[in-house]
T-cell receptor, first 111, second 116 residues
Framework: GQQLNQSPQSMFIQEGEDVSMNCTSSSIFNTWLWYKQDPGEGPVLLIALYKAGELTSNGRLTAQFGITRKDSFLNISASIPSDVGIYFCAGQLRGAQKLVFGQGTRLTINP | NAGVTQTPKFQVLKTGQSMTLQCAQDMNHEYMSWYRQDPGMGLRLIHYSVGAGITDQGEVPNGYNVSRSTTEDFPLRLLSAAPSQTSVYFC???????????????FGSGTQLSVL
């Protein structure tokens, strides 16, 4: 099936640092999304991207839809303890009725 | 407004036992789906439904059955549990159904299943 390669798989940073993660695929996606999962909970949508080159922000989070439509990036600025969790990218192929998820990036923050 | 409700929260089964994971949503969403989450594998789609009476297979459907008799409910059945089905299961729903975008999924809080 379709695969999204998400990296890095884990990150250990100091509070206040900026964070970058990305997803790549060999397929062209119509939509890119970023979700966050807190421990013991289901993922929650952070940002949705619909156009190649689109750059969208949600507070300290900024995500971009790659020009090639095969990748997406998520940046978190000035990290705080509540940013801890697992971040997932997800893509939707044109006309598809389902999402493909990346493997996730586990973010740990040292105070 | 409860959103997406999954029961039970935790379950332990013996190999060969059957059970049903329940999922209900009160948002009148047409689209519902089941995912399993395993370490290093992300979320993998098991089955999905674009509306009542319509279901389809996802990426990893073997060993699971679903039905969608109402808009609100989308149960996942394990007919004969196997250790490979030990995982965390998430139900998710979204506003849109057939022919429309359904990317904004609302997830339940998950069911942690162990098969011994």
């Amino acid at each position: 099936g379709q695969q999204l390669n998400q990296s890095p798989q884990s990150m250990f940073i100091q509070e206040g640092e900026d964070v970058s993660m990305n997803c790549t695929s060999s397929s062209i996606f119509n939509t890119w999304l970023w979700y966050k999962q807190d421990p013991g909970e289901g993922p929650v949508l952070l940002i949705a991207l619909y156009k190649a080159g689109e750059l969208t922000s949600n507070g300290r989070l900024t995500a971009q839809f790659g020009i090639t439509r095969k990748d997406s990036f998520l940046n978190i600025s000035a990290s705080i303890p509540s940013d801890v969790g697992i971040y997932f990218c997800a893509g939707q192929l044109r006309g598809a009725q389902k999402l493909v998820f990346g493997q996730g990036t586990r973010l740990t923050i040292n105070p | 407004n409860a959103g997406v409700t999954q029961t039970p929260k935790f379950q332990v089964l013996k190999t060969g036992q059957s059970m049903t994971l329940q999922c209900a949503q009160d948002m009148n969403h047409e689209y519902m789906s089941w995912y399993r989450q395993d370490p290093g594998m992300g979320l993998r789609l098991i089955h999905y439904s674009v509306g009542a009476g319509i279901t389809d297979q996802g990426e990893v459907p073997n060993g699971y059955n679903v039905s969608r008799s109402t808009t609100e409910d989308f149960p996942l059945r394990l007919l004969s549990a196997a250790p490979s089905q030990t995982s965390v299961y998430f139900c998710a729903s979204s506003y849109s159904g057939w022919g429309l975008t359904n990317e904004k999924l609302f997830f339940g809080s998950g069911t942690q299943l162990s098969v011994l």
